[in-house]
């Protein structure tokens, strides 16, 4: 059984600067509520960066996409992202407001999947994401979180599951949060849709990064997930901190 007050206390130990985990992988994969759990174990901040790709998508609307890369510019710039509370608490503020159930529709992940594939938009959020890692220890949940905005992170996890498996955790997600019933094969298409997206377009693909840890969720409860990455960051920064292992 991990001790996450023995991995708090080696993280702390060895440097006071703020500190990133990753959890990267496609929706469904389960990277939600590990990285809100790891958050409040570990008593970091939580980044959830679908949710600032997804309020840029709510905030400029459908078809943003297709406008120009100055207008994009102009736009972003006058957006300002922050962090309150802690561990799986955290809020993500922009403009001094925290961001709404809203983003979670269906049609603004698809608008923020398209708003993904611009390089504009990428460059900008990915400078926001590492000054939010320059002032909080985050576990930071997206895409390209081990691959291009913290690539010198030292505990990278890259999560993945089948689409059929993804597609009724979301049904279950719909029916628990909002008491719809949504079908599951309209789920699976819009979530394969999505990754044909993330993980085709040329900008930052979802994909593993070669140092990430990659775990297949399908056929794992949530807490055996929790435990496998507590139990790799403690065995790792056990090997760090006694030379004895690395003798052995
Ligand atoms: O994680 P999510 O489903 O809320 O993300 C919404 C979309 O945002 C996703 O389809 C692709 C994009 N995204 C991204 O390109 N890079 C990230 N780091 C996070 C999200």
Same mark, same amino acid.
């Given at each position: 059984?991990? %001790? ?12 006071? +600067? ?7 992988? #496609? ?18 901040? *939580?980044?959830?960066?679908? /949710?600032? *790709? ?21 736009? =972003? ?17 922009? %403009?001094?407001?925290? &961001? ?31 000054? =939010? ?6 576990? #930071? ?6 691959? &291009? &905005?913290?690539?010198? #992170?030292?505990? !990278? ?22 008491? !719809?019933?949504?079908?599951? +094969?309209?789920?699976?298409? %819009? ?20 140092? #990430?840890? +990659?775990? %297949?969720?399908?056929? !794992? /409860? ?21 030379? /004895?292992?690395?003798?052995?």
């Amino acid at each position: 059984m991990a %001790d996450t007050l023995e991995i708090q206390k080696i993280l702390k130990e060895r440097t006071t +600067s703020p500190q990133v985990i990753t959890l990267d992988g #496609a929706a469904g994969t389960g990277k939600t509520s590990l990285s809100r759990s790891l958050a409040s174990l570990l008593g970091f901040n *939580y980044l959830d960066t679908g /949710a600032m *790709y997804r309020s840029i998508a709510l905030r400029l609307g459908e078809g943003a996409w297709l406008r120009s890369g100055p207008w994009l510019e102009e736009q =972003l710039a006058e957006l300002r992202f922050s962090l309150t509370g802690s561990g799986e608490e955290t809020l993500l503020v922009l %403009d001094g407001r925290p &961001v709404g159930e809203e983003i979670r529709r269906e049609e603004v992940g698809m608008w923020a999947s398209k708003l993904a594939q611009l390089t504009v938009v990428r460059e900008h959020l990915t400078r926001c994401q590492r000054d =939010l890692g320059n002032s909080f220890s985050l576990v #930071a949940e997206g895409r390209d979180m081990g691959t &291009v &905005v913290f690539p010198g #992170a030292q505990f !990278k996890y890259f999560l993945f599951a089948d689409s059929e498996e993804r597609a009724r955790r979301r049904q279950r997600q719909i029916r628990e949060e909002y008491g !719809k019933e949504a079908d599951l +094969s309209e789920i699976r298409q %819009d979530l394969e849709k999505r990754d044909r997206q993330d993980s085709g377009r040329s900008l930052a693909p979802l994909r593993a990064a070669e140092d #990430a840890v +990659s775990v %297949d969720t399908t056929d !794992k /409860a949530f807490s055996q997930v929790l435990h496998l990455i507590l139990e790799d960051m403690q065995s790792r920064l056990g090997a760090i901190q006694d030379p /004895a292992h690395h003798r052995g």
